[in-house]
């Protein structure tokens, strides 16, 4: 059996990683890691008073993708790490754009038997008990997801 599960650093894909090493381990499987690199929106000046809208146009940046990657790869290292120590063959990488689209991508090109994603991730976006990216996933994969919350 081969799974994937998407990290992005977050304790929820965290405890989503340590849950896809129980599985594959349980049925002598591997794991392909996957961290979708998307360069944060940021304002600068964060710490102060809420600045006004004008004010948000004129401090708002997108960081570099090499910084995004740096992210990405201490992510990634940690769970390759996570997953030798386990004694479960791993496979890292970093994909580029929106999760969803990414992350469903990869599985089908993979050959993928299962998704493994964590309920709630980096996002500042609030939609109930479940993040965007993984009701994404389980909307749009075609492989079985677990959510692991």
């Known amino acids: 059996m081969k799974y994937l599960v998407a990290v992005d650093g977050s304790e ?17 499987g591997s794991l392909f890691v996957a961290y979708a690199v998307e360069p944060r929106v940021l304002v600068e000046g964060g710490g102060e008073e809420a600045p ?4 948000v146009g004129q401090r ?24 030798e120590e386990a004694g479960v063959a791993v496979e890292t990488t970093l994909l580029y754009g929106d999760p969803v ?14 998704i493994v ?14 993040g965007s990216v993984a009701k994404g996933l389980v909307s749009h994969a075609t492989v079985p997801v677990t959510v692991v919350k």
């Not at 006004?52 to 004010?55: D, H, L, V």
């Not at 708002?60 to 997953?83: F, H, P």
């Open 60 to 83: 708002i940046y997108t960081e570099d993708i090499e910084v995004a990657e740096e992210r990405g790869e201490e992510v990634l290292e940690d769970a390759r790490t996570r997953a």
């Open 117 to 130: 994603v964590g309920h709630r991730g980096l996002s500042d976006r609030i939609e109930g008990m479940v």
């Open 52 to 55: 006004t809208n004008a004010e």
């Open 101 to 114: 689209d990414t992350v469903t991508d990869y599985a089908e090109g993979e050959g993928v038997d299962g």
């Open 12 to 28: 929820s894909s965290t405890d989503a990683l340590e849950y896809a090493l129980d599985l594959a381990t349980r049925a002598g």
